[in-house]
T-cell receptor, first 113, second 113 residues
Framework: DADVTQTPRNRITKTGKRIMLECSQT?????MYWYRQDPGLGLRLIYY???????NKGEISDGYSVSRQAQAKFSLSLESAIPNQTALYFC????????????FGSGTRLTVV | GESVGLHLPTLSVQEGDNSIINCAYS??????FIWYKQESGKGPQFIID???NMDKRQGQRVTVLLNKTVKHLSLQIAATQPGDSAVYFC????????????WGAGTKLIIKP
């Protein structure tokens, strides 16, 4: 099994719909992150969580919300999806000191029509 | 790293040659740097890291060089192979930032047969 699992892998949704992307990790790490990647561009941080009770906004949190249900689970929601939220979404996890960097999931490709 | 949101620069290299991918950073308080490889359709994968008290670190076929004087980081890949085709990201950690990584925009490496 993958260390970081994201579901779904692909999703097409309509404008205005609420959608949830899920992430679970088996690394036992406290820290989890949601990133967005647009075609041909780098990663932008949406939200991050350092433990179950600690959730923080990243650089592009508008239009998104998150829930840290457990140490191993961190979900991202789009409250009312819009077409410019069409992107590749990555979940990642890291240990407390960031040693060995982040471990990423395989991504969720979201299309909002 | 370089500003996110820029379109990816591309590096084309002949198979078997060495590749050098560069990254500039701006914060002199950055104390930890990581290189990631992202293959098409996958999440970024950790390649190699280096701490600011070092200027060179070697892995298997990869070497990272850090020049703190000019705030420059490079990733050298020896004897480039088709499987090295990917987007390569540098990421930096700013000291005392609680290990929040700042991501560069990425460089796309294309291997010519």
């Amino acid at each position: 099994d993958a260390d970081v699992t994201q579901t779904p892998r692909n999703r097409i949704t309509k404008t205005g719909k609420r959608i949830m992307l899920e992430c679970s990790q088996t690394k036992g790490h406290d820290r989890m992150y949601w990133y967005r990647q647009d075609p041909g561009l780098g990663l932008r941080l949406i939200y991050y969580s350092f433990d179950v009770k600690d959730i923080n906004k990243g650089e592009i949190s508008d239009g998104y919300s998150v829930s840290r249900q457990a140490q191993a689970k961190f979900s991202l929601s789009l409250e009312s999806a819009i077409p410019n939220q069409t992107a590749l979404y990555f979940c990642a996890t890291s240990d407390l000191q960031g040693r060995d960097g982040y471990t990423f999931g395989s991504g969720t490709r979201l299309t909002v029509v | 790293g370089e500003s996110v949101g820029l379109h990816l620069p591309t590096l084309s290299v002949q198979e078997g040659d060495n590749s050098i991918i560069n990254c500039a950073y701006s914060n002199s308080a950055s104390d930890y740097f990581i290189w990631y490889k992202q293959e098409s359709g996958k999440g970024p994968q950790f390649i190699i890291d280096i701490r600011s008290n070092m200027d060179k670190r070697q892995g298997q076929r990869v070497t990272v060089l850090l020049n703190k004087t000019v705030k420059h980081l490079s990733l050298q890949i020896a004897a480039t192979q088709p499987g090295d085709s990917a987007v390569y990201f540098c990421a930096e950690n700013i000291q005392d930032s609680n290990y929040q990584l700042i991501w560069g925009a990425g460089t796309k490496l294309i291997i010519k047969p």
